[in-house]
């Protein structure tokens, strides 16, 4: 990772390199982000984990204290942010980093507070379509994994690739209290898990949803490198261009 387009080869790998898109999406604890971490590192291409965008949004506006409830002040708030997508300064991460109004938001996208706020902000059909605005132009780039909720159905239709990742709510609870290492259990897990699922899937702007020509993975009885090497094989099957093997891919921009 971390190379840079360089003289005449730029406008060649830059167009062969835009329409290098796949779509990801999936309910929560799915694997959507691990595997689409995996796929950006075997590719050499970039992550863009469109949830980091909701998460800032919901970040920016508790700390400028505004009630989640109201949408409209919420609104106005993000519509005047300035939201950058940075390619993390690792050079090994794929990632990419979210900086609103030029101060660094990613370290807090996974505070308790922003966690559970996130929901709400992410339901405001306003918020929605100006994060969707930012994630298309992000996208236009190319050599990108988007991963999120709703990629396939409204933030690139036109996807070359499109993976639908789901597994049973029990497994995706279990993944999550193995994650999540909070104490609590399994049963608890399962209960938050199926709010969150109702959630994304039944509010009105853009709920969860497969794409009817996205490849549906269920990963239930799948290990993550499994999961991985499947989604691999859909992307190289329908992308014929990268169908052989160790054949050098142009590396993410940035
Ligand atoms: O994937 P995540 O947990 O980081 O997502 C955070 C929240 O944002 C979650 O409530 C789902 C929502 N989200 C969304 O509505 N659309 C996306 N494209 C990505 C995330």
């Not at 898109?21 to 971490?37: E, L």
């Not at 590719?43 to 949004?57: N, P």
């Not at 940075?86 to 370290?107: F, I, K, M, Q």
Request: net charge negative.
């Amino acid at each position: 990772m971390g190379h840079r387009y360089h003289g005449r080869m730029t406008q060649a790998l830059a167009s062969e390199c835009e329409r290098r898109v796949v779509a990801i999406d999936g309910p929560v604890a799915s694997g959507k982000t691990a595997v689409g971490r995996a796929l950006a590192q075997r590719l050499g291409w970039r992550l863009f984990d469109t949830g980091i965008m909701y998460r800032a949004a919901t970040w920016k506006a508790q700390r400028h204290a505004v009630h989640l409830d109201e949408h409209e002040t919420v609104t106005d708030l993000i519509g005047a942010s300035d939201f950058q997508l940075v390619p993390c300064p690792d050079r090994n991460s794929t990632e990419l980093e979210v900086h609103v109004d030029g101060e660094n938001a990613t370290p807090h996208l996974r505070e308790s507070a922003v966690e559970s706020g996130v929901p709400t902000v992410a339901a405001i059909a306003e918020v929605r379509r100006l994060m969707v605005r930012i994630q298309q132009q992000q996208a236009a780039q190319g050599c990108m994994i988007v991963v999120g909720r709703d990629i396939g159905t409204v933030v690139l239709p036109d996807a070359p690739v499109k993976i639908f990742l789901e597994a049973s709510e029990e497994v995706r609870a279990r993944r999550r209290a193995a994650e999540q290492h909070n104490g609590d259990d399994e049963q608890a897990v399962l209960v938050a898990t199926r709010r969150r699922d109702a959630r994304d899937r039944g509010r009105e702007t853009s709920p969860l949803i497969a794409a009817a020509d996205a490849v549906v993975l269920d990963t239930s009885n799948l290990t993550l490198e499994e999961s991985i090497d499947e989604a691999e094989r859909i992307v190289r099957r329908q992308m014929p261009e990268l169908a052989e093997p160790g054949r050098a891919i142009p590396p993410a921009r940035g």
